[in-house]
């Protein structure tokens, strides 16, 4: 641990790296930084990760159908709709009649919906206490990771994982080719790396 800190290196030193610990202090990372974010962004504390996930498809793309958006976020059409109703209470969603076919509601962001910013976490220089090439490795490491993580998927379910893999790719070709036709997004969800 660097010495540029206050904190008793104690705490975060161990005479033995293993898995328990590494495991232990992503977590722990990983919540800090949703507290400190919670802190940081007060207008995001009444919104769900779903939620979230839901208001920056329709910043990317607005005026999905309900059915469209359950098939993108692989959620069942109930559980949408359960969102879909608290971000309406919220005045920060809006469904409208297709001008297509009145049956179909499309969904559609509010001005409040719109001007909802998600800032990018304060704490992002935290990565500035490593050097480029601990950066380069950190990277390399978490790649890795992810890798490591995707592949132990497909081993315990091949099936499932080709199947989501196909299904992301899709939804890729069938609502963002037009916006993203250099493939961007769908770069972002492959994992292939041995």
């Not at 996930?53 to 159908?65: E, H, Q």
Request: hydrophobic share 30%.
């Amino acid at each position: 641990m660097n010495g540029k800190n206050n904190l008793n290196k104690d705490y975060f030193e161990f005479n033995e790296v293993n898995n328990q610990l590494l495991f232990h202090k992503f977590i722990m990372i990983n919540e800090v930084l949703d507290r400190r974010n919670k802190k940081q962004n007060p207008e995001m504390k009444s919104i769900t990760k779903g939620q979230g996930r839901l208001i920056i498809l329709l910043k990317r793309k607005d005026g999905f159908s309900t059915k469209e958006l359950s098939e993108i976020l692989n959620i069942s059409v109930t559980s949408l709709n359960e969102t879909l109703n608290k971000l309406e209470q919220q005045n920060l969603i809006r469904k409208v009649p297709s001008p297509k076919d009145k049956r179909v509601l499309l969904v559609e962001l509010t001005e409040e919906g719109r001007a909802l910013e998600f800032k990018n976490h304060e704490d992002i220089d935290i990565f500035d206490t490593l050097s480029e090439e601990e950066k380069e490795n950190l990277n390399e490491y978490l790649n890795r990771l992810t890798v490591a993580l995707h592949n132990k998927f497909k081993e315990e379910n091949p099936e499932k994982y080709e199947k989501i893999v196909k299904n992301r790719k899709e939804i890729f070709e069938k609502y963002f080719k037009e916006d993203d036709p250099n493939g961007e997004w769908l770069k972002m969800m492959k994992c292939n790396k041995k």
